[in-house]
């Protein structure tokens, strides 16, 4: 598995596992991010922070430091559950 800071841009990724706070955690499951979802990231700022990525037809910016707490797998890949 890798993170969603280092999946190559406008590639579909599935979530695998969200790491982080209870809190980061949970903010990012009532806005629809949870564990088998897929998730591309959009575009990168300038100087590499935040990063745009796609979420169920939506766009999201977050902290670069965020997506690295964000375990991504191949959409080719089954998922795990």
Known sequence: MKSLADSPRRTPMRVAVIGGSRSFRRRLM???LVPGTEVAVIGVAPLGDPLQIEVRSSR???RRIEAEQIAV????????G
């Open 60 to 62: 999201w910016s977050i």
């Open 73 to 80: 797998t191949d959409v080719a890949e089954p998922a795990r």
């Open 30 to 32: 009532e806005m629809g």
